[in-house]
């Protein structure tokens, strides 16, 4: 079965499932529909005139029409009907008026049924991306499975962080050295300072496998892209080749010469031209979606994170003057993170001991002539 159709069921069958989907859709089955006073003396007119037509016109706008028959809802979607079929009129007119006014207003104030009310309190609910994500197909929903996908263009990653190291649990299961970082923006382009981690020396024995007459290790990747220029300067001949079909030169003619007399490019055997590529000219390579920043051994409190994870995390997608809320922020990591890289703050938490050990830990931080430590503190008694 469908984990979400699991899950529902398994919730479905608590016992307070009735009182909690009260909580959350606060329906209510005593409020009564709202009639309109105009269109009432509307029907108030017609009833006394017996004005068969007219009375069936205008409580047939009521949101509920007072009699329960299988030729209302076509009488509804084709007004005009009312005008060819006199018979039916003078029927449904006939239990009108022998229900009376009192009866016609209290039936077609009746409360709507829970369902009714929850129906239209969803689109309103989805519509203004309450959820904090946006609707997706049925389809998509069916596929996922607590993964951080929801069809939402929010969300931008799912994170493995190894947290500590390998352990050995006396019991049939893996070890458990991973947490999962569920990465969202708020906005569609968020900020974004492309993070760039250094090689390691396997990366570069495994990219830079050439090393030149000076000792430096480099690659080589080709001085063509795909695309073809027709008219351009990059899709002309160079050295007396043209870049091969469907492709162009990276740079103009006198740019490829520039890097060919800087020796800069490298000729196969076979006279293919490629750029090089130092290692050490290079920053780093793009941070991928496994990380490792171990947790503390010896924590100031119980669930205290590696503050150069947050730092990582904050550096990434803020900049300095930038506000950084943690609503859980325990012993305050990601507050002092954020002082350190000259962001405001705000951390909130419901335990006084995080408050005391976040206080205490940001007194610690080393003030400096760009980052000096000045906050206020409110309490809710
Ligand atoms: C996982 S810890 C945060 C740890 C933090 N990242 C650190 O480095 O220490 C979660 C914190 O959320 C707090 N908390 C849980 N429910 C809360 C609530 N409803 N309002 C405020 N804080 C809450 C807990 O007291 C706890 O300190």
Redesign the pocket.
């Known amino acids: 079965m469908n984990y979400w159709i699991q899950l529902s069921i398994e919730y479905a069958n608590q016992r307070s499932y009735l009182d909690d989907l009260f909580r959350v859709y606060p329906t209510i089955p005593e409020g009564i529909r709202d009639i309109d006073s105009g269109l009432w003396k509307e029907i108030e007119k017609a009833f006394e005139n017996h004005n068969n037509t007219a009375l069936l016109e205008n409580l047939l706008q009521l949101d509920l029409f007072p009699i329960k028959d299988s030729y209302v809802a076509y009488l509804k979607r084709d007004r005009e009907s009312l005008k060819r079929n006199p018979a039916t009129v003078a029927r449904l007119g006939g239990r009108l008026y022998e229900m009376g006014l009192d009866e016609i207003y209290s039936r077609s104030s009746e409360p709507k049924e829970t369902n009714r009310q929850i129906g239209p309190l969803f689109k309103r609910w989805l519509k203004k991306k309450s959820l904090g994500i946006e609707p997706m197909k049925l389809e998509d929903f069916l596929n996922t499975k607590g993964k951080c996908n929801f069809g939402s263009k929010r969300c931008r990653n799912d994170i493995t962080r190894i947290k500590c190291n390998p352990k050995n649990f006396n019991r049939k299961a893996y070890g458990n050295v991973k947490d999962l970082i569920l990465f969202y923006s708020k906005s569609e382009s968020p900020t974004w300072n492309d993070p760039i981690t250094p090689f390691t020396e396997e990366d570069i024995a495994r990219l830079f496998k050439k090393i030149d007459k000076d000792g430096r290790k480099y690659t080589t990747i080709p001085l063509h892209a795909p695309g073809e220029t027709v008219s351009g300067r990059t899709g002309q001949e160079w050295q007396g080749m043209k870049p091969p079909k469907g492709r162009h030169w990276r740079s103009e003619p006198e740019v490829l010469e520039q890097l060919d007399e800087q020796g800069l490019i490298e000729w196969s055997a076979t006279g293919v031209p490629r750029k090089k590529i130092f290692a050490d000219e290079k920053e780093g390579k793009k941070m991928q979606d496994i990380w490792e920043f171990k947790d503390s051994q010896y924590?100031s409190?119980?669930?205290?994170?590696n503050l150069n994870l947050?730092k990582f995390i904050i550096k990434a997608s803020s900049n300095e003057g930038d506000l950084v809320l943690?609503?859980?922020?325990?012993?305050?990591?990601?507050l002092i993170a954020a002082q350190e890289l000259n962001r405001k703050w705000i951390g909130?938490?419901?335990?006084e001991?995080?408050i005391k050990?976040?206080k205490k830990r940001l007194s610690e931080i080393p003030s400096s002539l760009f980052s000096r430590l000045d906050y206020e503190m409110l309490v809710q008694k």
């Open positions: 924590p409190y119980p669930t205290e994170k947050l943690d609503c859980f922020c325990g012993s305050g990591t990601t909130i938490d419901k335990s001991q995080a050990v976040a």
